[in-house]
């Protein structure tokens, strides 16, 4: 009779599929996205140019749609980051005591609407599935979560999923 592993997935982990584990807010502010637009070497107009904005039908100059996932994060001291080198606090802190090596699975965004100077974006995180799986170098967690980015109008801004991968 084949020996049955013991899951990788605590009971009180499994338990938060379908909950909320993250909420964040945080003010888009014009000087912020375009200092991370030039970090990043982003230089569409669109978020630099009032006029060329107009000329392409927004209100004014825009927030680069990938900064609005930044605008929501909060600061962490470096002696408080996990191993990982992350807050946790994105993720809902979701242990996996057998799983300590983590690494990203990947990010899907859908942009909806534009995001000016001045809006507030609230996220809303939740955990769509935490599944085991097995694969070519053994078993191995994959959790995806799924996250809404509203303005203060409460309108869709963003939607994302984001997948991270957990080895013992």
Request: with cysteine; net charge neutral; aromatic share 8%.
């Amino acid at each position: 009779m084949p020996e049955i592993a013991e899951s990788l997935i605590p009971d009180e982990v499994a338990a938060r599929i379908g909950t909320v584990v993250a909420t964040a807010t945080g003010a888009v502010v014009q000087r912020d996205w375009q200092r991370w637009a030039v970090s990043v070497r982003e230089d569409n107009p669109l978020y630099f140019d009032a006029d060329y904005a107009r000329e392409h039908g927004y209100a004014d100059v825009i927030c680069p749609p990938l900064y609005v996932q930044y605008a929501i994060l909060g600061v962490t001291p470096i002696d408080t980051l996990r191993v990982d080198g992350s807050s946790g606090a994105a993720s809902g802190n979701l242990t996996f005591p057998k799983c300590p090596k983590r690494m990203a699975g990947g990010e899907s965004t859908t942009f909806l609407r534009p995001s000016y100077d001045g809006d507030v974006i609230t996220s809303v995180r939740t955990v769509e599935s935490i599944v085991e799986k097995r694969g070519r170098s053994g078993r191995f967690v994959l959790v995806t979560w799924k996250t809404a980015y509203t303005n203060q109008r409460r309108e869709l801004v963003a939607e994302a999923t984001t997948s991270m991968i957990a080895r013992p």
